[in-house]
């Protein structure tokens, strides 16, 4: 099993940055795959931006340029680093993992953390 635990989330004014990690624990080795998602009241949950074994990244396009995913496998941990934050960025985000070596089908998730951007 793969534990996932989100942290950073909060309350920001627009343009305004935020920084979540994501500390994964148990079989870690297992993951090929990590990446955020995100779901607003009443929304379907996106995908955000993952990032894999390898270091290969990719992004929702409403996100490229601003957000930026990156990990530190000595820690175990994924980042994501948000930046120019926009109110319709708000929601809460979870962290996710994926056996597989492309984040197709998740396969663990986190308990979320919540950014709120103001206006």
């Known amino acids: 099993q793969v534990q996932l635990m989100e942290s950073g989330g909060g309350l920001v004014q627009a343009g305004g940055s935020l920084r979540l990690s994501c500390a994964a624990s148990g079989s870690a080795f297992s993951i090929g795959a990590m990446g955020w998602s995100r779901q607003a009241p009443g929304k379907q949950r996106e995908l955000v931006a993952a990032i894999t074994r390898g270091g290969n990244t990719n992004y929702a396009d409403s996100m490229k340029g601003r957000f930026i995913i990156s990990r530190d496998s000595a820690k175990n941990t994924v980042y994501l680093q948000m930046n120019s934050l926009k109110p319709e960025d708000t929601a809460v985000y979870y962290c996710?993992?994926?056996?597989?070596?492309?984040?197709?089908?998740?396969?663990?998730w986190g308990q979320g953390t919540q950014v709120t951007v103001s206006s």
């Open positions: 996710a993992a994926a056996r597989a070596p492309l984040l197709v089908r998740i396969d663990y």
